[in-house]
């Protein structure tokens, strides 16, 4: 079965810290990419970061990246310097079969 | 700059009666996708459209209808809506190329009463 398993349903850390959320996945695609995407509350979910599978370079958005480690199926989202607007929900999912992880609620504390 | 467009952004219905919540985009998208997403929840995906070519999820009841007059536009029907299908109902676009990445509008939260 293709899958993406979050197993962190919440954490919070304080600002400025650096938060590493996990995901995995398991899929029988060859070439697919993954993302993160973040759902602040009450608000629009976005695009936070994307990594193709071929690529073997980790994907990097400013304060954001990702650690993709193929073999293992993982595909964690590193913040570094967080800030209190990264207080959200934040979703992994890959592009094969529109499938989501059930989700990481992050809050950050002042 | 291009967007995708919910309206309206809160609905709010009776036990039975049909309703109808829209979305438009300026992308230029082949691909719209409706999920219906509950508190704290993953969004799930009810259907999507490949240009006209409708994609209904296995497990989307016969209650929830879409339609795609043009490239723009989709809309989402329930038909008789019960409590249950109180939710954020998200629209959300891609190119359908490779990257498949989703653009998501702002949801419309829809109340039964």
């Known amino acids: 079965a293709q899958t993406v398993t979050q197993s962190q349903p919440e954490m919070s850390v304080q600002e400025a810290e650096t938060v590493t959320l996990s995901c995995t996945y398991d899929t029988s695609e060859n070439n697919y990419y993954l993302f993160w995407y973040k759902q602040p509350p009450s608000r629009q979910m976005i695009l936070v970061i994307r990594?193709?599978?071929?690529k073997q370079q980790n994907a990097t958005e400013n304060r954001f990246s990702v650690n993709f480690q193929k073999a293992a199926k993982s595909f964690s989202l590193k913040i570094s310097d967080s800030q209190l607007g990264d207080t959200a929900m934040y979703f992994c999912?890959?592009?094969?079969?529109?499938?989501w992880g059930a989700g990481t609620k992050l809050i950050i504390k002042p | 700059d291009a967007m995708v467009i919910q309206n309206p952004r809160y609905q709010v219905t009776q036990f039975g009666k049909p309703v109808t919540l829209s979305c438009s985009q300026t992308?230029?998208?082949?691909?719209m996708y409706w999920y219906q997403q509950k508190s704290s929840q993953a969004p799930k995906l009810l259907f999507h459209y490949y240009d006209k070519d409708f994609n209904n999820e296995a497990d989307t009841p016969d209650n929830f209808q879409s339609r795609r007059p043009n490239t723009s536009f989709c809309f989402l029907d329930i038909r008789s809506p019960g409590l249950g299908d109180a939710a954020m109902y998200l629209c959300?676009?891609?190119?359908?190329?490779?990257?498949?990445?989703?653009?998501f509008g702002p949801g419309t939260r829809l109340t039964v009463l």
């Open positions: 992308l230029n998208h082949n691909v």
């Open positions: 959300a676009t891609s190119s359908g190329g490779r990257t498949n990445t989703q653009y």
């Open positions: 999912a890959g592009n094969y079969q529109l499938i």
């Open positions: 990594q193709e599978a071929y």
